[in-house]
């Protein structure tokens, strides 16, 4: 079991502040990006259902 957390093994940048959370069938992903040329974007998304791969595309996606 990985105590590190669901974060951990992401490959998201150490300056990112992020809470995940679930409640039944609803998983969420909600915190704070810096970026080169926006300044802090903030973030909040709710899923429904188990399939997390667009929720992650959003956040892993590349940085321009």
């Known amino acids: 079991m990985d105590h590190r957390g669901t974060i951990h093994r992401r ?3 150490a300056a990112t502040v ?3 959370g679930r409640l ?3 998983s969420s992903l ?3 990006m810096p970026t080169c040329d926006r300044s802090l974007v903030w973030f909040a ?3 429904l259902g ?3 791969t667009r929720r992650e ?3 892993l996606a ?3």
Do not use: W
Request: hydrophobic share 45%; aromatic share 0%.
């Open 24 to 26: 039944h069938d609803v």
């Open 50 to 52: 188990t399939n997390s």
């Open 30 to 32: 909600a915190g704070v």
């Open 45 to 47: 998304i709710l899923n």
């Open 62 to 64: 590349p940085q321009h």
């Open 18 to 20: 992020i809470k995940t």
């Open 57 to 59: 595309a959003l956040i």
């Open 11 to 13: 490959h998201i940048l």
